[in-house]
């Protein structure tokens, strides 16, 4: 099973920027990509943007161009950097992975709040 672990959310004024950590621990698919969701309150979760191992990735139309999503294979981590942050990026962000076993895991989450 793949654990894990988030960092790097926080409260950032609006047009600021933070970039969000997944480490992963534990054999993970090479096929699934590893994605960044989030869910606000009141909201279903929803995908943000995900990456394959090739490095090709996929972004929803409302952070394509101020949303970046990275990942280093050789330490099973998987970055999002997100610039020009609007209030309504405020959410609780998850990342997601497959393992090589093809059980799905989810992070713990971490809070983004972008306000004045």
């Known amino acids: 099973q793949v654990q894990l672990v988030e960092s790097g959310g926080g409260y950032v004024q609006p047009g600021g920027s933070l970039r969000l950590s997944c480490a992963a621990s534990?054999?993970?698919?090479?096929?699934?990509?590893m994605g960044w969701y989030r869910q606000a309150p009141g909201k279903q979760r929803e995908l943000v943007a995900r990456?394959?191992?090739?490095?090709?990735?996929n972004y929803i139309a409302s952070v394509k161009g101020r949303f970046t999503i990275s990942r280093d294979n050789a330490n099973n981590t998987v970055y999002l950097q997100m610039n020009s942050l609007k209030p309504e990026d405020t959410a609780i962000y998850y990342c997601?992975?497959?393992?090589?076993?093809?059980?799905?895991?989810w992070g713990q989450g971490t809070q983004v709040t972008v306000s004045s």
């Open positions: 990456i394959f191992n090739g490095g090709s990735a």
């Open positions: 997601n992975a497959l393992s090589s076993a093809g059980i799905m895991s």
């Open positions: 534990g054999s993970i698919s090479s096929v699934y990509p």
